[in-house]
């Protein structure tokens, strides 16, 4: 993992547009390329800060990858990744992201990545956010702002800022110890919305991440087979998918 801060480091500094008023609520970068791939990326890659804690100075990092389908209909994905204050990137280049890292002996120079053709940016726009505060590139000013993370109030700056994907179905999913969390920032998201809270989010049921080997193939029956542990009559009742994974799109069907 060392070995990819460097890479993401540069790729932030060589963005071709970035939003330089330090006072704002988010900073954001557009990324063009990313040392270590061959060639364009596979679709916009976006990097900022949101602000969430004024008083310390603490903000959040996220990643931005639009999807490579239907920007306009395919969902919002937030994605968090488990762990003590984990970074996200193990799940952009080892899990669902659209490139995956190299894995070779290190020989002096940049990690080299590859297209992941299992991507889950094959079907969504995610959003991967550094998440609790101290997590990979989030921070805090004043070391009292390492017990805050407002992920729910960083959502509602992030969409003011991105307008254009309120209409997209919203989920939230998360890997480990990400899913002790992510009930808590659902609910919270639900509360907004019921309490007239703008944005308003269009958000839909929680996303279950699937175990087991070769997780993120989407051939793997594991979430399937998850599903079988859950009462026939209450899968039938769910209007919508249940998962993103490729070929579980129709099981509520």
């Known amino acids: 993992m060392a070995l990819l801060l460097p890479l993401i480091v540069i790729c932030i500094v060589s963005g071709v547009t970035a939003d330089a008023n330090a006072d704002a609520p988010m900073t954001r970068t557009h990324v063009a390329s990313l040392p ?32 490579e389908g239907d920007l306009g209909s395919d969902p919002v994905l ?66 009292n702002g390492y017990d805050v993370s407002e992920v729910s109030s960083s959502l509602q700056i992030w969409f003011d800022g991105h307008p254009e994907y309120l209409a997209n179905p919203f989920y939230v999913g998360g890997d480990s110890m990400a899913g002790r969390f992510v009930p808590f920032i659902t609910e919270k998201i639900s509360e907004d919305i019921e309490a007239a809270v703008r944005p308003t989010l269009n958000l839909k049921m929680i996303l279950e991440h ?40 129709t099981l509520s069907d």
Request: charged residues 20%.
């Open 36 to 67: 270590g791939f061959d060639g364009a990326l596979p679709s916009r890659l976006e990097t900022g800060y949101v602000t969430v804690d004024e008083v310390n100075g603490g903000e959040l990092f996220y990643y931005l990858i639009e999807s």
């Open 78 to 143: 937030l994605w968090l990744t488990g762990g003590d204050r984990c970074s996200v990137l193990s799940a952009l280049f080892f899990e669902i992201g659209p490139m995956k890292l190299v894995i070779e002996p290190y020989n002096g120079g940049l990690p080299r990545l590859r297209y992941h053709p299992y991507s889950w940016t094959k079907v969504a726009n995610i959003l991967f956010v550094d998440s609790p505060m101290g997590a990979g590139f989030s921070f805090s000013r004043d070391p």
């Open 210 to 249: 699937c175990k087991g080997e070769d997780y993120d193939k989407p051939k793997n029956l594991i979430c399937r087979q998850a599903m079988a542990r859950f009462n026939e009559d209450l899968l039938i009742s769910v209007p919508f998918p249940i998962s993103m994974y490729i070929d579980a799109l």
